[in-house]
Nanobody, 124 residues
């Protein structure tokens, strides 16, 4: 499975961005999808995840209420709508796919495939 994320950029505090990640999987709904991020000098951290059918989502506490993950299985694409951005959200954002359609937790080790990352910078 190949993943390609895009949509990053520079935004001011309080602004919004939407990230997208396309996948090459034939049976896309068989894969749970996740978003992770890595800020400079920090470890990669979980942001959000969505089950294969899209009915179950999970968020890190730091983004809950501000970010929304969704997917369009007809387009093999997962999205991350990011609102009320602040400088602490500055990071490279990665999409990831898991070989099963359900989500278990925030560990990156649960995911089997990774995109190349897209950079998000939030200026104060």
């Amino acid at each position: 499975v190949q993943l390609q994320a895009f949509g990053g950029g520079l935004v001011h505090t309080g602004g919004s961005l939407i990230l997208s990640c396309g996948a090459s999987a034939r049976t896309y709904r068989d894969y749970a999808m996740g978003w992770f991020r890595q800020a400079p000098g920090k470890e990669r951290e979980f942001v959000a995840a969505i089950s294969g059918g899209g009915g179950i989502t999970q968020y890190a506490d730091s983004v809950k209420g501000r970010f929304t993950i969704s997917r369009d299985n007809a387009k093999n694409t997962v999205y991350l709508q990011m609102d009320s951005l602040n400088p602490e959200d500055t990071a490279v954002y990665y999409c990831a796919a898991r070989r099963v359609p359900f989500i278990d937790g925030p560990s990156s080790s649960l995911y089997n495939y990774w995109g190349q990352g897209t950079e998000v910078t939030v200026s104060s």
